[in-house]
Each structure stands twice: as C-alpha cells, then as structure tokens.
C-alpha cells in the first residue's frame, strides 16, 4: 500500500470537494463536506479497498490524510 494509492482512493469518497484538495498533509476532518456520513464511507472504503479495519476513534486520532494512511497501514 502507498500513500498516493491511499490519498486517490479517500479523494474518490468525497464528491463536493475535489481531488486536488487532496495531499498527505490534508486535515480532513476540517473540510466541509466532513461528517459522521462521510467517516462511514472512509471506513468502509478501507476495509474494501485495503482490508483493514478501523474505528471511529482510530479516525479521531488521525489529523492528517498521511495519518490516517500510518494508522491504516499498521493495522
């Protein structure tokens, strides 16, 4: 798995905010089109795409796009 799979794979989940907007140091959760909606899809594009589980709180702990990817990656 590498980062710029991960980034166009979570930039996909979001249909009001473009792809560029998409980088490792993205703060995601401060985008507006963010929300408990939205953390669903992440999670379940996740465990399609990449086979790993994680939770509510492992998107808390995330501040940034390459963050969550560190999370995910060490699952």
Do not use: H, Y
């Not at 009001?16 to 490792?24: D, I, L, N, V």
């Amino acid at each position: 798995m590498e980062l710029e799979d991960f980034i166009n794979k979570f930039a996909e989940c979001f249909n009001q905010t473009g792809a560029s907007a998409f980088k490792p140091e993205t703060e995601f959760r401060k985008l507006d089109e963010w929300g408990s909606m939205m953390a669903l899809i992440v999670i379940a594009m996740i465990d399609a795409d990449f086979g790993k589980t994680i939770t509510s709180e492992d998107l808390k702990n995330a501040g940034t796009v390459a963050s969550l990817f560190e999370i995910v990656k060490n699952k």
